[in-house]
DNA sequence: TTCATATAGTGTAAAATTAACACTATCTTC
DNA sequence: GAAGATAGTGTTAATTTTACACTATATGAA
């Protein structure tokens, strides 16, 4: 005689201390942001569960017991992208009792920037990743749209107060690159002329006295973030401001 | 023959299902934040915990099987405060892997506002719940200083540019609470003629026509927020920013 | 070589916002 | 009715933001 999947549960609480019974499966999901020649794109899977089958998927794992939630999603993002050493914030949790149809999973959401182009996209996933416009994406698997669309915002308005958005170009870029990247990302629209003297009065690029190649017109200076000039005067009243 | 405790974990384990085995101890911890009389303060209990024994600790909670993260945050408000309905935002989780003394637990760290005025602080909580000026506050058990510290930090930037300040004052009062209110909590000093002309031109006050009472010197009109406007007009590129 | 094309790069003036600052008004209490 | 205490009010200068159009320089084709 055999016992069934609920009855097994039981017997198994029953058997588990006091303060076990509250321990919850708990995950981090990570919404990993690409910007490629003005398109800002977001990291998918394909989903492998039954009612969303084929739809996409954030990345994400449990979290295990020797690692902390920022250990948990820097492992995920290495494992998607090659990658150490990227940008991540946590942004919120999730819980809603029903939203994982395999039971209690709660999720703690990140979101982290990475340059595509530096990414090696490890197909040992062997799970179709893929990097998908966030324009393109009208509905995802589980809540993830709504993780995705709070991490979005998250990212916007990080990007106004702080200076993350070279997280996404490389490391020498044009000021049009990093004007276009704001327009993008915040999509607004942006003066040429007032935003590159904003830039030029917070003193925070350095001319790396080489010009773009490879373009059938006049190529553009370029130019790389001056992180330590940055870092020295964050805390100094600096305020980053775009 | 009786067996120990790490034995007892480690066939408790065994008759676990594998997805289980990533499951983990999860609490929130609320910081309540009461502002009185030019003072900030923060709802604190004795914590009767063993290294920590006697330090001032946040109010917290596991998370139960049948509550989002916030509903349990709003049940330990509820406990704390006899108050239903406060303003209560998600702040970051804490994972440290050996931050909780009996083993590990990871908390998501909420905080609220509340007036001190309102609270039926029910003492069948029976655990020396008392408020605690956040000046005073040195160390903390566990890692909360630390998450009191983060959620300072976010109430500051939350009080700049949302109006939630109005949530630790009594409804109706003059502006020199309200100005009062944002220099002890932002920690600054600000000039009486320009907070008023900017209120004045954010429309968001309404004069209710009544005086302070029983001071001795000049009364000054109370206001209250203006809640209807505000909400209509927040989305509609409105911006509260002080 | 030169001309067309495509994008880079630059300055100024008006408008809006912020910052600095000191006196009069009105209530209570003695 | 005078003294004490806090409420309430406006102007000017400085700074920041916005709006806006032309010149410069590379490539590639004729």
Redesign the pocket.
């Known amino acids: 005689m055999s016992i069934n999947m609920s009855e097994k549960n039981e017997i198994i609480k029953a058997l588990i201390p006091l303060e076990e019974k509250h321990k919850t499966n708990l995950t981090v999901d990570c919404v990993i942001f690409g910007y490629d020649q003005g398109d800002l794109k977001v990291l998918t899977i394909e989903c492998d569960m039954d009612p969303f089958l084929g739809m996409y998927s954030l990345i994400g794992d449990f979290v295990k017991e020797t690692e902390t939630t920022n250990q948990a999603a820097k492992r995920i993002l290495k494992f998607c992208t090659g990658n150490d050493d990227i940008f991540l914030e946590e942004v919120q949790s999730f819980s809603e009792i029903n939203r994982h149809p395999y039971g209690r999973v709660i999720t703690i959401a990140y979101y982290s920037l990475v340059q595509i182009g530096k990414t090696k996209m490890t197909d040992n996933a062997g799970k179709h990743l893929q990097w998908t416009s966030v324009n393109n994406i009208k509905e995802m698997a589980f809540d993830h749209k709504q993780i995705l669309d709070l991490c979005l915002f998250s990212l916007r308005r990080s990007l106004r107060d702080s200076p993350i958005g070279f997280e996404l170009l490389p490391k020498k870029f ?4 990093l004007q276009t990247l704001y327009e993008v990302v915040l999509d607004i629209e942006l ?4 935003f ?3 830039l ?2 917070m003193d925070i690029l350095i001319d790396v006295d080489e ?2 190649q ?9 130019y790389k973030f001056n992180v330590k000039y940055y870092e020295s005067k964050k805390y100094n009243g600096f305020k980053f ?1 775009l």
């Not at 490879?214 to 370029?222: D, T, Y």
Request: glycine share 0%; charged share 50%.
């Open positions: 044009s000021l049009k690159q003066d040429k002329r007032n590159r003297r904003k030029r009065t010009l773009q490879e373009v059938s017109h006049r190529p553009a200076k370029l401001d």
